[in-house]
């Protein structure tokens, strides 16, 4: 038998899916007057501590009542779990199966708000050695007279992609942005520290350039993963305007990041 090392992912190379919603049946909030989008991203690791992610997001202040929460490493059931516990509707497209644990592995995007025009992103370059190539998935979030277009993605390691094949997945995701006629807010773990650039250079504001550690790497240096880039909306004008949650319970190798975001003055998002 071959070692896991060597284990091939299963991938599915499909753009139509598999496809995997909930809708959690609550009446959407009240439409907000003026106020500040909430974006959380947090990359779950392979799905496994669900229950500690969602003591994390129920009780850390940031994090709560979310607008949008972009999730990574994600399977159906792990998704499904959180967007019932937290009483959010959800999309989520799994890349494929990962080799690790021979389970589904993907984005997702939750919202209290209705989630419509769902769309899975397939990326260039499959990882070296397991094959896998990623998708992210994408959803227009609907908050009263607003519509967001949301980008849920995971780029692979350095190990896995060279930076060039990272930095043309970006362009491929950008592309997909232009067709949006509305606010686009993309959210996730870049697995760089640098390669987020690729979207600056394609319009998008790296809102999160600044954010503290999102990766802690005992022994080494901490890494800023996590990030959040926009076009059609900027950060709010405050010191706390976006943070990273420390304490994420053990969830995750990951930390969770939160951004407040409001519409840019007489923008053209596209």
Known sequence: MAGAGCAKAVNYPSPSGPLHTFESGLAPPAAPAQAALRVVSFNIAYAIEIDRAIEVLRQSEPLRSPDIL????????????????????AVYYPSGVHPKHRRDFGCAILSPWSLVDPRKVILPHGARVSGLRRAATSAVVVRGNE??????????????????????????????????????????????????????????????????????VHFLRDFRYDHVLTRGLRLVSASDSMGVVADNRGASDHRPIWVLLVPVAAANPH
């Open 147 to 216: 519509r967001i277009r949301v980008y849920s993605v995971h780029l692979p390691s350095p190990a896995a992609i060279s930076g060039g094949a990272r930095k043309e997945q970006l362009r491929v995701l950008a592309a997909d942005a232009d067709s949006a006629h509305v606010p686009v807010v993309i959210a996730g773990d870049f697995n760089s520290n640098g390669k987020v650039e690729e979207l600056q250079r394609a319009g998008f504001d790296w809102v999160t350039r600044d954010i503290g550690p999102t990766r802690p």
């Open 70 to 89: 972009a999730l990574q490493e994600m399977d159906s059931s792990g998704t499904e779990r959180i967007a019932r516990a937290l009483g959010m509707n």
